[in-house]
């Protein structure tokens, strides 16, 4: 779930991706618990960062 082809989609649609290129591994609820363990449950995309702005 960490290789560069899947960083940015969420596990349903990793485990479908997988499911259509004929590969099994685990339920999604599995996925989500593998990820929740990790500390990588959160938002998978990238996020922009702004700097703080200045009070006039």
Partial sequence: M???EY???PP????ARELDAG?????ISTMYRILR???QS???RR???HPARAVP
């Fill in 7 to 9: 960083a940015e989609l």
């Fill in 42 to 44: 959160g938002e998978r």
């Fill in 2 to 4: 960490n290789s560069a």
């Fill in 12 to 15: 349903a649609q990793i485990w």
């Fill in 23 to 27: 590969r099994y591994h685990c339920s």
């Fill in 37 to 39: 363990e990790h500390g």
């Fill in 47 to 49: 996020q922009a960062t």
